[in-house]
T-cell receptor, first 111, second 112 residues
Framework: QKEVEQNSGPLSVPEGAIASLNCTYSDRGSQSFFWYRQYSGKSPELIMFIYSNGDKEDGRFTAQLNKASQYVSLLIRDSQPSDSATYLCAVGKAAGNKLTFGGGTRVLVKP | AAGVIQSPRHLIKEKRETATLKCYPI?????VYWYQQGPGQDPQFLISFYEKMQSDKGSIPDRFSAQQFSDYHSELNMSSLELGDSALYFC???????????FGPGTRLTVT
C-alpha cells in the first residue's frame, strides 16, 4: 500500500462543473498537505497548501483536510479546459523535509 | 516573480558517464530539494539541504551526491550513469524547512 493514495482517473468533468479530487494518507504523523498541478512533461505547480483541519479557499480552488480520517481533498469550481492536467497530492511529515506524492489524478475538462 | 532556475534543461549522456545538474533557488529561499520523476511515475524525493547542510535523504543512489553552496544554489552530481537514470530531475526550494515547495522547470536526463 502506498503512503499516499489517489484515484488515477481520468476524472472527466464538463466545463463549468465542479471537479472533486480525493487523497488519503497512511502516516498519522503527517503535518503538511499540498496539491500540485502538473501538465504533461512540465514541472509540478503548487496550487494549494493546507496545514490545519478544515477548509481553505483560494479563488476557484478549495482544499479540505480531515486529519482524523486521514484524507485531504481538492475542489475545483467552474472547471475550465485549461484545468485539464494531472493533480498530485503531496504530504509532508513533522520530521524531515521530503514530500511523498500520490500517483496523481488525471482530470479532463470537456468543453 | 522569480522562480527556481535549473540548468541544463536537457542533457544526453552515455552509460557510465557523469552528469552535473544545477539548481538556483528562489531568492531568499534557504532550503533546496531534489526529486526524480520517471516516465508515468510521481516525483520521488532524493535529498534536501537547509542552510547548506543536508537536512533529509531519500532514495538517492550512492552514485549520486549533492551539495548546497554558500549562495544557496545546489548541484546534483551523478556518476556511472545507468539507463534507468533517465528521468526528469526537479529541484524545488522553500523558505524554511517543511514549508511550501516551489518546483523548477526540471532537467530531462537521457542516458543512452
Amino acid at each position: 500500500q502506498k503512503e499516499v493514495e489517489q484515484n488515477s482517473g481520468p476524472l472527466s468533468v464538463p466545463e463549468g462543473a465542479i471537479a472533486s479530487l480525493n487523497c488519503t494518507y497512511s502516516d498519522r504523523g503527517s503535518q503538511s498537505f499540498f496539491w500540485y498541478r502538473q501538465y504533461s512533461g512540465k514541472s509540478p505547480e503548487l496550487i494549494m497548501f493546507i496545514y490545519s483541519n478544515g477548509d481553505k479557499e483560494d479563488g476557484r480552488f478549495t482544499a479540505q483536510l480531515n486529519k482524523a480520517s486521514q484524507y485531504v481533498s481538492l475542489l475545483i469550481r467552474d472547471s475550465q479546459p485549461s484545468d485539464s492536467a494531472t493533480y498530485l497530492c503531496a504530504v509532508g511529515k513533522a520530521a524531515g523535509n521530503k514530500l511523498t506524492f500520490g500517483g496523481g489524478t488525471r482530470v479532463l475538462v470537456k468543453p | 516573480a522569480a522562480g527556481v532556475i535549473q540548468s541544463p534543461r536537457h542533457l544526453i549522456k552515455e552509460k557510465r558517464e557523469t552528469a552535473t545538474l544545477k539548481c538556483y533557488p528562489i531568492p531568499r529561499h534557504d532550503t533546496v530539494y531534489w526529486y526524480q520523476q520517471g516516465p508515468g511515475q510521481d516525483p520521488q524525493f532524493l535529498i534536501s539541504f537547509y542552510e547548506k547542510m543536508q537536512s533529509d535523504k531519500g532514495s538517492i543512489p550512492d552514485r549520486f551526491s549533492a551539495q548546497q553552496f554558500s549562495d544557496y544554489h545546489s548541484e546534483l552530481n551523478m556518476s556511472s550513469l545507468e539507463l534507468g537514470d533517465s528521468a526528469l530531475y526537479f529541484c524545488a526550494s522553500s523558505l524554511g524547512m517543511r514549508k511550501e515547495q516551489y518546483f523548477g522547470p526540471g532537467t530531462r536526463l537521457t542516458v543512452t
